[in-house]
C-alpha cells in the first residue's frame, strides 16, 4: 500500500523560510512525476512546482524565484524550499506523486496528508 508522508511545515514569520518533505513508501515500482499543491482557506487546490522523473521543474508565477522543488530519487523523496514567505502563502500544502506499482498499466496519482503553513507576524 502506497504512502506518502508529509514533514517540514509550520509557523513562520514574513520573509522566512521553511522546507517541505514528502517521502514516498510501500510497493512501488517507478515514481513519475511528483509535486506540491495548496490550498488555501476558502480558495480551491492550486498547483504550487512540479518536478518531472530528469528533473524537469515547473512554477506557478506567484512563486517563481522563491521556491524550490527538488527530489532525491534513492529516497522516493520530494522536498520544497520556500524562501521569502509572505502571508498569502498560507496554506494546507499537499504533495501529490504520480506513479506506477506494476511494471505494466496505467500510473496513479497518490495524494499526501497535507501539512500546515501559516505566515504570520
Known amino acids: 500500500q502506497v504512502q506518502l508522508v508529509e514533514s517540514g511545515g509550520g509557523l513562520v514569520q514574513p520573509g522566512g523560510s521553511l522546507r517541505l518533505s514528502c517521502a514516498a513508501s510501500g510497493g512501488i515500482f517507478i515514481i513519475n512525476t511528483m509535486g506540491w499543491y495548496r490550498q488555501a482557506p476558502g480558495k480551491q487546490r492550486e498547483l504550487v512546482a512540479t518536478?518531472?522523473?530528469?528533473?524537469?521543474?515547473h512554477y506557478t508565477d506567484s512563486v517563481k524565484g522563491r521556491f524550490a522543488i527538488s527530489r532525491d530519487n534513492a529516497k522516493n523523496t520530494v522536498y520544497l524550499q520556500m524562501n521569502s514567505l509572505q502571508p498569502w502563502d498560507t496554506a494546507v500544502y499537499y504533495c501529490?506523486?504520480?506513479?506506477?506499482?506494476?511494471?505494466?498499466?496505467?500510473?496513479?496519482?497518490?495524494w499526501g496528508q497535507g501539512t500546515q503553513v501559516t505566515v504570520s507576524s
Open positions: 501529490n506523486v504520480d506513479l506506477n506499482t506494476r511494471i505494466w498499466g496505467p500510473s496513479q496519482i497518490y
Open positions: 518536478i518531472t522523473s530528469t528533473g524537469n521543474t
